[in-house]
T-cell receptor, first 119, second 109 residues
Framework: QVQLEQSEADVKKPGASVRVSCKTS????????IHWVRQAPGQGLEWMGW????????IYAQKFQGRFTMTRDRSTRTAYMELTSLRSDDTAVYYC????????????WGQGTLVSVPS | QSVLTQPPSVSGAPGQRVTISCTGG?????????VHWYQQLPGRAPKLLIS???NRPSGVPDRFSASTSGTSASLVITGLQADDEADYYC?????????FGTGTTLTVL
């Protein structure tokens, strides 16, 4: 079955960087896009960007251009996101989600990874 | 980046029908991009509820339906049940970017 398994919760100091992994199974990794979505405490969903799992091409939401990087490793079927220069308002649950290439729905989601940046 | 606007909250008694709206613009829903809907139970990851404006994935009850018209979309839930209490989000695309609605909390009275 399709699974997206994310790394464990993390606590970081302001100014540090965090890397979250999204290990996939049950489908042909290279045929999909992996999107990243974050949700601050008590807030709504915020789309961050997508990576083409086949060729590594990326599209970033304007707000996240510069501090946010998505990568993937086809050999391990794993997608990664890295957020640098962390601030307290980056405290959120970060989700990865799978979608067909193009403007399609997110049909399977990871369980989420809480990143805490205490001020 | 565009934003899809939803009412912050809706409520209904068990068995009733509720509608959640999702208002976009000419750059997203109005440009012909499909609208998708997600249900997020407390403490859980979002779950796909409706894809491609009107399609229910396998396992989603037919009490959930959706439609799109112009620059807006609507999610309708009939026969409300206690376990429908959750946050609901619409999602679409515009200019190569994805965008979520502001989210609606459904309370079952």
């Amino acid at each position: 079955q399709v699974q997206l398994e994310q790394s464990e919760a993390d606590v970081k100091k302001p100014g540090a960087s965090v890397r979250v992994s999204c290990k996939t199974s049950g489908f042909f990794f290279a045929a999909y896009y992996i999107h990243w979505v974050r949700q601050a405490p008590g807030q709504g969903l915020e789309w961050m960007g997508w990576i083409n799992a086949n060729n590594g091409d990326t599209i970033y939401a304007q707000k996240f251009q510069g501090r946010f990087t998505m990568t993937r490793d086809r050999s391990t079927r794993t997608a990664y996101m890295e957020l640098t220069s962390l601030r307290s308002d980056d405290t959120a649950v970060y989700y990865c989600a799978r979608a067909d290439p193009g403007p399609y729905e997110f049909d399977f989601w990871g369980q989420g990874t809480l990143v805490s940046v205490p001020s | 980046q565009s934003v899809l606007t939803q009412p912050p909250s809706v409520s209904g008694a068990p068995g009733q029908r509720v509608t959640i709206s999702c208002t976009g613009g000419r750059a997203d829903i109005g440009a012909g991009y499909d609208v998708h809907w997600y249900q997020q139970l407390p403490g859980r990851a979002p779950k796909l509820l409706i894809s491609g404006n009107t399609n229910r994935p396998s396992g989603v009850p037919d009490r959930f339906s959706a439609s799109t018209s112009g620059t807006s979309a609507s999610l309708v839930i009939t026969g409300l049940q206690a376990d429908d209490e959750a946050d609901y989000y619409c999602q679409s695309y515009g200019s190569s970017l994805s965008v979520f609605g502001t989210g609606t909390t459904l309370t079952v009275l």
